[in-house]
């Protein structure tokens, strides 16, 4: 097969020698797995007679499985290739060096570095030297204008410092990337029989011939065909598109294909095509092998890319400003790329291939603008500065000087110019604040290598940061909240309730047998108790926790369930209906040797006595149990046992007598119904012991606590209250999931967002809660306006039916022991524990992200706006800057790379909980910090001005102002380089701080990189001083200046202090800044990017609908863009429009020449642009087009209209999938003054 023509080379070697041993080649089984349905059974049934002769071509055994025997699974591997995709290549070193090197202010330096070597070179013959001005004149020593090139020389070693560190950081982030991901790989292990015994392997092992264990949750780590399965049901949506589930049986479809999902059911298939030859791999080798995990994911972003180059072209003419900005957005979505590199869509492809982000996250989003912003303003100090430079230098040496241009002197003013240019680049270089992406990924970084630690393995960085500013927490109950221990704690067996587990001596014999067998066979197979891993610990509780408690039932009335599982082994089961949300119980069908039927149910106590019309009696018997007697045993037994927080379950059983004939399996309302009750037994999960004190943190960290789960409201009462999610005397509400969707639904039965928000903020426990119910109400709370802030959403999850909630959620927390494979891979951060104290750190580590990218900015912003400052006016006043080029690199990169290192890694400390959630608007530099940038800028550049202007009288030395070109480096300006440098550094421990607390040194001694970085900075500005020499344009100092020099530094702690006394209160003038995006800022890409987020996050089914809305949404649009025209030509009301009935359906409507669906193309304004009004239908429409309804325009009435009340839109609801509410500008701007009672209202409404 052309398609995956590197594994067909090499196989076309192998199958030669192996075509021997295995009774089928490998295209063979890749042609079989191709086929679908009919056409593939037919294909079995021709070429291997049945499943059965296929196994025995494979040599295996569909009961035992494979030997395992290394030297026979080398042959598989060999002959059918391994069960892995090889990664793409990760970029070398080269090619990260070559990305650094593409920053535009790194380009500049280097040729400005390249000129002024070349000029350096060139000497004029020395009469003609004294005609070309003062300036050029002085320069007596020889040996001094030889070292002119020292300077280029430097600029470029400094230059490939930074590219280096650049790269590496780069290569040590992709590193640790790939680490994560091998990490995630290997925990994912798989059942398989080998030599007759159940055991897991890593996927990796996986081999053709395989017999693999499938159940309810699991994602297929490769094809096979079906041996042996009960009412499976996969989703195969991630292959075929198809949302609906597909069912598994081997009569009619017994193909399971890689990458899919169990939905239902379990069964066992034998394995056919692993790694490259299997489906998934076959895509994936199409898309040239990639190290996503998610391969349908891979698909949609080339479909994506291809989109946006076809809008792109459709948009040549979209505005500029707009695409500057979403040019730089992209910028600092690479993270690691410098700033203003023109490469954004390149790395931004790689970004989007290691993590299958959802959105840009809000920090990103802020450091993207206020990054801009500096950088722009760094370029204008810059370019004025050079000006500056420039028009000084002419003016004093052809005006003042009087000189004329002469030829040979030419080279000299050239290389004038190119000092000052360098001047100026290093201005820029200062400006531009580069080190803001790397601060941002170092502090991810360190902190997703930290929460390892603290049990959460961070899937998506983003997720981290997002998760300090989370207000809600929906959290599972059982294995989150307790321990998933299950235990039999109480029954109601044989008419009596016991508390404890009763003796079975107790129980009637034929009761103990029903109740064993129905156990034993009516649990999954894959579920069992183990002996205990050391010496007097607890048995081991395999599979699932609720019909573990069961088989310890059985242990503890001492009796041996494995008995019966080895006499009626799993092939036996006449018929099996598993487990799922809807069903909420389990049954499992015997056939009996009389050609009778038994059936075996269990399931949530409520639901099965519904279905019981008989029940056992102390002596064995069944007895008829009335709807009275039910109602007495829920009030005597059912719910005493929830109160105490048991989980109840009942046990029934039911005989389909052999002359009645085989009753229809499929009618399951039919089948489960005249159960004969055999017990009610109360399993008790405990409350983990660290649970209770972490809720009361996240209490008070201003994050609500609320609890979603299965299990019935007295029973998730009792739970909440042990945990402190529901306080006593507190006005909150628990609600069953019934009576939640009553509540959220109107009349029609559809969802409204204001029924949701009059729920759920008091709403604490929803109780036998479906998994749609979980969504509703993590989708209720996120697109919730009515708090000042927009609500930040965290779930947990561990069952496959939590998916959409993880994804939906602003961060999902997949269990990473009970949690299937569907959940971890909807997450963002695996909980490798289980947990839920794990996801206060997680809160902790998120919070502290936030607050060290502020750390940084306070302190890189005082040395930007200091460095900046000083080299403008010290080159307008001395013509030359005071910070050489190479000084001004060498602080970039202390302030850059090693402040982001040092101010990055400082640990999380528990006061970060003592504060509410910053919001997702809260700007990045509150105005205490804004007071001490200011602050501390005022100080240093008193300091500097002082020294450079009286600096020669104060140490007595000769001034370094008004230097010729080339002249040796003076001490005067070495003691201004050096002041500069110690005064960064003692402001380095002030930022430490930024909510202006005193004490900055506090737990310094915690941080070891920060003390060593400090350390280290100090000593190489020893060296460079005092070795420095001509490269870096210094002299060395005597111990007197040194003193100085650090002593004036030291002076930035004091004055820190004397800052910290001002009340910030005081200071109403300070502006904050770095907002996260507003509303109708965001730039083309990114609405793209959220119309895209749409199409792929919702199945098909919404399209029909979606298509009529945004035929609709338009129709509105073109109306009220009509509208406003008429308003605002002042002519009479129905010029604009023509009648509203030739306007009703959507075949007129596509006839309308003017409603041509180009006119849709979002044009997006000018963000500056003054007429509001005009923009406003337009900027409507660049919401996604799913929501493109706007909602009617809601003006004050005038005082004598009635004011109709609106008809909600039809929109209110949530049928238009879940788009991107929030994104809609805050409602109509003013300019469509349509009184309610007006007919063009009317129009608007029905239209």
């Not at 009960?230 to 890689?258: A, F, R, Y």
């Not at 909420?584 to 149910?601: C, P, Q």
């Not at 500097?944 to 070109?965: V, Y």
């Not at 020499?1029 to 100092?1037: D, E, R, Y």
Request: net charge negative.
């Amino acid at each position: 097969m052309a398609n995956n023509s590197y594994s067909g080379v090499k196989n076309s070697l192998v199958e030669a020698n192996h075509d021997a041993e295995f009774g089928c080649t490998l295209k063979e089984l890749r042609s079989l797995m191709e086929l679908r349905g009919a056409e593939a059974i037919s294909k079995l049934g021709e070429s291997y007679g049945d499943t059965q002769g296929l196994c025995n071509r494979l040599k295996t055994s569909p009961t035992d499985g494979l030997s395992g025997q290394p030297a026979d699974l080398e042959k598989r591997k060999t002959a059918f290739g391994q069960n892995l995709i090889p990664p793409k290549k990760p970029k070398t070193f080269l090619q990260l060096v070559w990305e650094a090197l593409q920053d535009v202010t790194l380009i500049i330096l280097e040729v400005a570095a390249v000129v002024s070597l070349g000029l350096s070179f060139y000497k004029p013959p020395e009469a003609e030297r004294d005609h070309c001005g003062k300036a050029a004149g002085g320069v007596e020593d020889e040996h001094e204008s030889e070292a002119g090139w020292i300077e280029g020389a430097a600029i470029l070693l400094s230059v490939i410092c930074v590219v280096l560190v650049t790269a590496f950081n780069d290569w040590s982030k992709e590193k640790q990337f790939r680490g994560l991901q091998s990490r995630i790989e290997q925990e994912q292990k798989f059942t398989v029989v080998r030599g007759g015994q159940v055991i897991q392997i890593p996927v990796a092992e996986i081999v053709v011939g395989d017999i693999a264990q499938i159940k309810y949750g699991d994602l297929l780590p490769a094809d096979g065909v079906l041996i042996q399965g009960n009412d499976l049901k996969l989703d195969e949506s991630s292959l075929t598109g198809e949302s609906d589930h597909v069912k598994k049986t081997q009569e009619k479809d017994p193909m399971l294909l890689s990458g899919t999902h169990v939905m239902e059911g379990s069964g066992k298939m034998v394995v056919t095509a692993v790694g490259v030859n299997s489906q998934t791999g076959i895509i994936f080798t199409l898309l040239g092998g990639n190290e996503d995990e998610d391969d349908d994911e891979d698909e949609k972003k080339k479909e994506k890319e291809e989109k946006k180059k076809q809008r792109k072209s459709k948009k040549q003419d979209g505005s500029l400003e707009n695409r500057k900005k979403a040019k730089a957005h992209d910028g600092a979505a690479m993270e690691m790329q410098p700033l203003n590199s023109d490469e954004g869509a390149d790395a931004e492809e790689k970004k989007k291939a290691n993590l299958p982000k959802k959105e840009k996250s809000v920090l990103q989003g802020k450091l993207t603008k206020l990054a801009v912003q500096i950088g722009k303003a760094g370029l204008v100090m810059s370019a004025i500065t050079v000006i500056i430079l420039v028009v000084l230098f002419v003016v004093d040496t052809f005006w003042i000087q009087n000189l004329t241009w002469v030829k040979e002197c030419t080279p000299i003013y050239i290389q004038f110019f190119v000092k000052f240019f360098i001047i100026g680049v290093t201005v820029l270089v200062v400006a531009v604040p580069e080190g803001l992406p790397l601060a941002v990924t170092i502090s991810l970084a360190y902190s997703v290598k930290k929460m390892m630690k603290d049990n959460n393995l961070v899937r998506h960085l983003d997720a981290c940061e997002t998760m300090g500013n989370a207000t809600a927490i929906c959290s599972d109950k059982t294995g989150t909240l307790t321990m998933n221990r299950m235990t039999v704690v109480q029954a109601f067996i044989a008419e009596k309730h016991y508390k404890k587990v009763p003796e079975p001596e107790n129980i009637p014999s034929n009761t103990l047998d029903f109740l064993i067998l129905g156990i034993a066979v009516n649990c999954a197979y894959t579920t069992k108790i183990m002996s205990p891993e050391k010496e007097g610990g607890l048995p081991r509780q395999v599979g699932n926790k609720t019909e573990c408690a069961l088989l310890g039932f059985c242990t503890d009335l001492k009796r041996d369930y494995q008995a019966i599982r080895n006499e009626i082994p799993e092939e036996k089961l006449y018929k099996v209906y598993t487990f799922n949300s809807v069903r909420k119980s389990m049954s499992t069908v015997l056939k009996m040797a009389d050609g009778s039927y038994r059936m075996f149910s269990k399931g949530a106590s409520e639901i099965l006595l519904k279905k019981c019309y008989k029940i056992l009696t102390a002596n064995g018997e069944p007895k008829v149990f009335r709807p009275r007697d039910r109602d007495d045993m829920v009030k005597k037994v059912i719910e005493p046992m929830a109160s105490e927080g048991l989980r109840t379950i009942c046990l029934g059983y039911r005989d389909f007598p052999a002359s009645e004939g085989e009753p229809d399996w499929d009618n399951e309302n039919d089948i489960l119904s005249g159960l004969t009750c055999i017990c009610v037994v109360g399993i008790e999960d405990p409350v983990r012991p660290e649970v209770p004190d972490a809720i009361k943190k996240c209490q008070r960290a201003g994050i609500t606590v609320r609890m979603v789960t299965g299990d019935n409201i007295n029973t998730a009462r009792a739970i909440a209250t042990k945990c402190g999610i529901l306080l006593p005397g507190d006005d909150f509400i628990c609600l069953e999931g019934k009576e939640f969707n009553r509540r959220i639904r109107n009349e029609k039965g559809e969802i409204e967002q204001e029924r949701i928000d009059k729920i759920w903020p008091k709403l604490r426990v929803l109780a036998r809660s479906s998994p749609t119910d979980k969504h509703t109400l993590v989708k209720g709370i996120i697109d919730s306006t009515i708090a000042e802030q927009r609500q930040v959403v965290a779930v947990t999850g561990d069952g496959t039916n939590d998916g959409p909630a993880l994804k939906k959620a602003d961060v999902g927390f997949a269990m990473g022991i009970a949690g299937t494979d569907v959940a971890k891979e909807a997450s963002d951060i695996i909980l490798t524990d289980d947990n839920f104290s794990s996801i206060v750190k997680a809160v902790m580590w998120g919070r502290n992200v936030y607050d060290s990218i502020s750390k940084f900015l306070q302190f890189q912003l005082t040395v930007n706006v200091v460095a900046v400052i000083v080299a403008f006016t010290g080159a307008c006043i001395t013509q030359d800057s005071p910070l050489k080029a190479v000084q001004m690199l060498w602080v970039n990169l202390i302030m850059d790379t090693f402040a982001s290192l040092a101010l990055a890694t400082e640990p999380p400390t528990e006061s970060l909980l003592l504060r509410k959630p910053y919001g997702r608007n809260k700007p990045l530099i509150s105005r205490t910090m804004m007071k001490n940038i200011l602050g501390h800028g005022v100080y240093q550049l008193i300091i500097i001005f002082t020294l450079l202007f009286a600096g020669e009288q104060l140490f007595d030395i000769d001034s370094g102002r008004n230097a010729p070109l080339n002249a040796p480096p003076s001490e005067h300006y070495t003691i201004v380089f050096n002041t500069f440098v110690m005064m960064q550094l003692f402001n380095e421990i002030n930022a430490r701080k930024i909510h202006g607390e005193r004490n900055v040194f506090e737990g310094i001694f915690n941080n070891l990189i920060f003390c060593s970085i400090v350390f280290g900075t100090f000593v190489i500005q020893i060296v460079i001083v005092q070795f420095g020499g001509k490269p870096f344009s210094c002299v060395a100092l005597s111990i007197d200046q040194w003193l100085w020099c650090t002593f004036l530094g030291f002076g930035s702690l004091l004055w820190g202090q004397v800052i910290s006394t001002i009340p910030t209160s005081r200071l109403k003038f300070l502006k904050t800044a770095g907002h996260g995006t507003q509303k109708e800022e965001i730039p083309d890409e990114e609405l793209e990017e959220l119309e895209d987020m749409d199409e792929i996050d919702h199945a098909e089914r919404e399209l029909r609908r979606g298509q009529i809305l945004w035929f609709r949404g338009l129709n509105r649009i073109q109306t009220q863009i009509r509208v406003v025209k008429a308003f605002r030509s002042s002519i009479s009301l129905y010029e604009g429009l023509e009648k509203p009935e030739s306007r009703t359906s959507i075949h007129n409507f596509m006839t309308h020449p003017e409603f041509r669906i180009e006119d849709s193309e979002p044009h997006i304004p000018l963000i500056d642009d003054t007429d509001a009004e005009d923009d406003a239908p337009t900027k409507r429409n660049s919401a996604s087009p799913r929501n493109a309804t706007p909602t009617p325009p809601s003006p004050t009435p005038s005082p004598d209209a009635p004011a109709t009340p609106l008809s909600p839109s039809p929109n209110m609801n949530n049928n238009a999938v879940e788009s991107s509410n929030h994104l809609l500008p805050e409602g109509p701007k003013p300019g469509t003054p349509s009184a309610p009672g007006s007919p063009l209202h009317s129009l608007e409404t029905s239209l």
